[in-house]
């Protein structure tokens, strides 16, 4: 005999079945959309942050050029693109050129490399194999390339990767500073829709703070980690090229990506340091030299405290420990998405944990 059901039983198994498909269907449009967006997807994160980062600067000018936003987000393009061309272009150079002479001289015949000293063979488990190749290559070039062909082509396409990887992203970069001065030209109604969202998902109350925290958030790490290390790129970068020091830019770039990625400018400063006073000994301007580069490589240390907290209704640590977290998992955008993850993280935990508890009612109690 087959169990009979009441209507209330059946219209609540339509109702769930509904909903399951209903769900069902919201999931595949999500994942939809997700596969569609997914390529853009770096691009227009990149954008955004570009685009709360400059956009005080965008309000500044927009204020001087008539309250045009169009006006002030294409000005404020167009010298964010001539900051990062300008210097590529020229680092290429740079690189390229020396690159060409060798070549040149090589074809020519007329690049040769100074037999080894003797007292290269003495040093202490690399000396002796040194020496050897460093004697080959001065008598006999060609071969020696050829014996180390194999690890030549490596690490040649190696190079040639890393070298599409860099320009590829200041391809990136420029497309996403040209979507951000759009986002800029609406971001008065972009706070808008950030607000509305924030609050649809935290509640009315929380909305506006945690929209305002992400943004403080974004806009201290880009003066904190980004700016720090342009500073510092600019103090050392200029003592290197008053000096003369063999591939100035090169090491200032170095020195842009080690304050990036959180290291010590000192890797970098130090060893310059060293080849100074053995090439030039201990002269007044090399002391002079040595102790500006020293105290310019750590500047970062009285400059972060200063800036990475600023504006952020977090402690400094917070954000430092975000941007370090976020860079080892994803990489240069990890550096802005993990501190605005674990700020909001931060805040929404500590009040979680100042909400006072709801303390039980008499009739609770008596019973």
């Known amino acids: 005999m ?3 059901y009441s209507s209330t039983e059946r219209w609540l198994s339509r109702g769930l079945l509904d909903v399951l498909i209903r769900a069902g269907l919201i999931t595949v449009l999500v994942i939809a959309c997700f596969r569609v967006f997914h390529p853009f997807l770096n691009l227009m994160t990149w954008s955004l942050i570009l685009a709360i980062t400059l956009y005080p600067l965008h309000v500044g000018l927009r204020n001087r050029l008539f309250g045009k936003d169009g006006y002030a987000s294409t000005v404020v393009v167009l010298i964010a693109l001539a900051i990062i061309v300008v210097p590529a272009y020229l680092l290429g150079a740079a690189i390229l050129e020396p690159v060409q002479h060798a070549m040149a001289a090589v074809e020519a015949g007329e690049f040769q490399i100074p037999p080894p000293d003797d007292s290269v063979a003495t040093w202490p488990v690399v000396g002796q194999p040194l020496y050897d190749f460093w004697s080959q ?3 006999d070039l060609t ?5 180390f062909a194999p690890q030549l082509k490596e690490y040649g396409l190696a190079l040639l990767k890393a070298i599409a990887g860099v ?6 970069f420029a497309f996403a500073l040209i979507i951000a001065g759009v986002i ?3 971001g008065e109604e972009g706070h808008r829709s950030a607000v509305r969202i924030a609050s649809r998902i935290s509640g009315p109350e929380r909305g506006p703070r945690i929209t305002q925290l992400c943004t403080a958030t974004i806009r201290a790490v880009a003066q904190g980690v980004i700016g720090i290390a342009f500073i510092q790129m600019l103090l050392i970068g200029v003592a290197f090229v008053m000096k003369g020091i063999p591939g100035a830019g090169l090491l200032s770039l170095a020195v842009l990506l080690l304050g990036i990625m959180q290291l ?3 890797l970098i400063t130090v060893p310059v340091i060293i080849f100074v ?3 030039e000994g201990a002269s007044v301007a090399v002391i002079i030299f040595a102790i500006y580069v020293f105290i310019a490589g750590l500047a970062d240390n009285v400059l972060k405290p200063l800036l990475l907290g600023r504006g952020v209704d977090v402690p400094m640590p917070v954000v430092l420990i975000g941007a370090l977290g976020g860079m080892v998992t994803g990489g240069i955008i990890g550096l802005f998405i993990g501190p605005v993850l ?3 993280g931060y805040q929404l935990f500590w009040q979680w944990v100042d909400q006072p508890l709801v303390p039980p009612t008499e009739d609770a109690g008596e019973r």
């Open 184 to 186: 800029m030209a609406y």
């Open 143 to 147: 071969g020696a390339a050829q014996k």
């Open 167 to 172: 320009g590829s992203g200041l391809l990136l």
């Open 2 to 4: 087959l169990p009979s």
């Open 342 to 344: 674990l700020a909001v």
């Open 277 to 279: 006073f053995a090439t």
């Open 137 to 139: 290559a001065a008598t």
């Open 264 to 266: 010590p400018a000192t």
